[in-house]
């Protein structure tokens, strides 16, 4: 009996992604200067996501494109409230990405600056499917999802 709970908790922690909180990145720009991919309201929050490329993304925070990376784009979302437009900065974010020959890439996103943030490898053209999943300190699951296309690599 002892061991069935013991399996039973491993199992659910395992399969839920583990909270993250907003993390200081003292330095770093504070704003992201990108324009809106999307936007949606889910059960009162407010989702506001944005694309941008890695070189843009680090340019942004004053910092060059380590040789070597296969990420090619900055996932980031900002959640608010969307009656008071109160930020929401603490909750678990997962992104899973397909694309466009039907592959997938998933990640856990990193809260950081009010936002949180993940890259992702849009190397080939074509439309990109972005779903995410995400519970807010409320405890509510919540998904939005779009579509992003890439051309030229870019």
């Not at 809106?36 to 941008?52: L, M, R, W």
């Amino acid at each position: 009996m002892k061991k069935t709970i013991v399996v039973t908790a491993a199992i659910l922690a395992l399969s839920s992604p583990l909270a993250v909180f907003a993390v200081d990145h003292s330095g770093h720009a504070s704003e992201h200067k990108t324009t809106a991919a999307h936007e949606e309201v889910v059960d009162g929050v407010k989702a506001t996501f944005s694309v941008q490329t890695m070189a843009d993304a680090m340019k942004e925070m004053g910092m060059e494109l380590p040789k070597g990376v296969k990420e090619t784009h900055h996932i980031s979302v900002t959640f608010k409230d969307a009656k008071s437009g109160k930020a929401l900065t603490e909750g678990t974010v997962a992104i899973k990405v397909q694309n466009p020959d039907k592959s997938t890439q998933s990640k856990d996103l990193i809260g950081m600056h009010g936002h949180f943030g993940a890259d992702f490898e849009f190397s080939k053209n074509g439309n990109y499917g972005v779903m995410c999943k995400f519970q807010l300190k409320d405890g509510k699951t919540r998904q939005a999802k779009f579509w992003y296309p890439v051309k030229s690599g870019k």
